[in-house]
């Protein structure tokens, strides 16, 4: 997990990250984030035998701390499998979701570029199916401009905030699941940005 505390510099209130180089922090948070989306999945194929609908927590990143001086969220579905549009998880569908509910709980938003990484919150869905159970390893982060804890002039882009959920349910039941389990990361953004950034 990487810390984060606000620091001020030239560029305005950023998170500062532990660590020695702009390199250890983004290689620590590609490892947690792959470990949460390969790993993770083939754990929860093991117990469905067992869960007939499950949520999982994955790897939490982050607090309030985190979105302090944030104006404006922006967000971004990334790319999904075929085959988990076919359940119903669309990308247009979730991408609906998130804008929609961060609107309602009155968090500022717009819809990214493409290659955005700035005031970012982004969803990311690894899916496989395993004996008949469809497992979908979901994410909801966001990143932005951080500063380093050992060097404050340097700046980088980072996930300071994330919240995973590995969802196993049936074909029938995958799509409901895994909205149910996005809106409970969405809402729980949503409290801890206004905590950060009271109107």
């Known amino acids: 997990m990487i810390g984060s505390k606000m620091i001020a510099s030239k560029r305005g209130a950023v998170p500062r990250i532990a660590g020695a180089s702009a390199g250890a922090a983004m290689l ?3 490892v947690a984030s792959r470990c949460a989306a390969l790993v ?29 001086a944030v104006a404006e969220v922006r967000t971004r579905v990334e790319g999904l499998l075929p085959s988990l549009e076919e ?21 500022p938003v717009a819809r ?4 955005a990484r700035e005031s970012l919150l982004a969803v990311q869905a690894t899916y496989l199916i395993n004996s008949g159970w469809h497992i979908v390893s979901l994410s909801l982060y966001f990143a932005r401009s951080a500063a380093l804890e050992a060097d404050a002039s340097t700046i ?21 699941e895994v909205v149910r389990s996005l809106e409970q990361a969405i809402d729980e953004f949503a ?3 206004r905590a950060a950034n009271p109107r």
């Open 28 to 30: 620590a948070a590609l």
């Open 40 to 68: 993770v999945p083939f754990v929860a194929a093991s117990i469905a035998a067992f869960v007939p609908t499950s949520a999982l927590a994955a790897p939490r990143t982050g607090a309030a701390s985190s979105l302090l």
């Open 87 to 107: 359940t119903g998880v669309t990308r247009e569908r979730l991408d609906s979701l998130v804008v929609a509910r961060l609107r309602e709980a009155g968090v």
């Open 112 to 115: 990214a570029a493409e290659n």
């Open 156 to 176: 980088v882009q980072a996930t300071v905030w994330s919240r995973g959920t590995v969802v196993v349910a049936r074909k029938k039941k995958i799509r409901d």
């Open 191 to 193: 409290q801890e940005y």
